[in-house]
């Protein structure tokens, strides 16, 4: 099958295993930035994904159209689905780290978005299918709402108990311009956080990148576990 079913972007950390996959051909690198940045086509089974390794972020001076310019990618390649993952900090007093959490809202706090969008962009097929293969896999999956900053400071404890008060489950850096984007385009979405650390207003954590990198990598053991069947049920 030459069609890309899938177009995902890999948050901080997270990687796919090896020998999870065949037929590895890469399309891009740059090793400038925060992020060592890789795109590549490869299979898993007999489906073939479209991977972006690292992201472009408010934080390192990208504007809108750099930081979205996956999501066109993606959709100039043909991909019909797109599973966008980040890093995040968990709110929620139920999640651990290293939890995955299936973004079903989010609360948009940067200041503009300059894409075409729709009220609600994620895909409830996609939801529904990723959900059913996690819970035959026995991997647990929180659903919640996603809170988008521009960064790069982590939250204060007033920040954190605002976030709280609000509804917010999670918060991170990044993903929402490009969830909009490929809603805008057509692609259907699904969008996952990592919990990499634990967001207490009254114990503020100084989290530090390498942190975040070193639970995202646990977290992938969970993702790799999910991905074949997932990909499996898509057209």
Known sequence: MNTIVLALILGSGLELDESLITSKKLLFEDKSGIHHKLVFTCMIGDRKLLVFRGRKHF???????SITSSVRTASEMGAGNILITNAAGGLNENFD????????????FIEKMN???????YSKTLQE???????????KVHEGVYGCYSGPAYETSGEVRFQKKIGLDAAGMSTLPEVNA???????VIAVSVITNLLKENFPQHTAHEDVLNISKIASAKLNAILPGFVSELN
């Open 59 to 65: 934080y390192e001076g990208n504007g809108f159209e």
């Open 182 to 188: 490929a809603g805008g385009l057509g692609i259907n």
């Open 129 to 139: 299918i990723f959900l059913r293969v996690s819970g035959e896999m026995k991997i």
């Open 115 to 121: 894409h075409k969008r729709s009220p609600f962009p």
């Open 97 to 108: 780290e290293g939890d995955l959490m299936l973004i079903n809202s989010h609360i948009n």
